[in-house]
């Protein structure tokens, strides 16, 4: 029999305790301070790659998600997260180096990002057929991902002259912040819980 249990909190949550005010030098520099993250976070994307292939056949013949792997998968999207967000001078603390593979969010970062992986009663089915299921939603995501890469760009302008993230334009982003997370994390097989693309919510269940 296949079934799937969903989770009753959700799979993935992003929430950002920052100020819409920052230094105006941020826009120019951050990009610069941001490398060594984002080269970590591309190393890492490779890592998670490979063990999103082990957790497929792990899920299809076992029903199950390696306890080990959905730690390790939630401490890479953690620490992209992180590195994106400084990227887009959304907060002023820079990302620590760390590794925590807790699920949940050690609270040492203005970003916050808790996990609630599903490790047991997977959808057999689902996580088979996952690469064809995630098409339509991640071509979606794509597209807002492009939209937010504007919108910071046009707010790069915004903050260089007043020091201040425009509300309107600091919210999509980081719903599309929340978009990208909760789709990488059905992408990587942390939940058969089909990614909603409603952009509104601070909710990713």
């Known amino acids: 029999m296949i079934y799937a249990t969903v989770p009753t909190v959700p799979t993935a949550d992003l929430q950002l305790d920052s100020p819409c005010e920052t230094q105006n030098w941020r826009p120019l520099v951050n990009w610069l301070l941001a490398i060594p993250h984002l080269v970590i976070a591309n190393a890492l994307s490779n890592v998670a790659n490979i063990l999103s292939v082990v957790s497929w056949f792990s899920i299809v013949f076992t029903g199950k998600l390696p306890d080990g792997i959905a730690r390790f998968q939630c401490m890479i999207l953690r620490y992209e997260a992180r590195a994106y967000s400084y990227l887009a001078f959304l907060r002023q603390p820079y990302p620590q180096f760390e590794f925590d593979m807790a699920n949940d969010d050690p609270g040492s970062d203005p970003l916050r990002v808790d996990f609630a992986p ?51 334009l600091r919210s999509f982003v980081l ?31």
Do not use: H, M
């Open 118 to 168: 599903q490790l047991s009663d997977r959808n057999r089915l689902t996580v088979a057929f996952r690469i064809i299921l995630i098409i339509p939603v991640l071509v979606y995501s794509i597209v807002i991902a492009i939209a937010a890469i504007t919108t910071v760009i046009v707010a790069a302008f915004a903050v260089i002259f007043t020091g201040r993230w425009p509300r309107g």
């Open 175 to 205: 719903n599309a912040g929340r978009l990208t997370l909760r789709v990488n994390a059905y992408g990587r097989l942390l939940t058969d819980t089909y990614p909603t693309i409603a952009l509104s919510s601070n909710k990713l269940a």
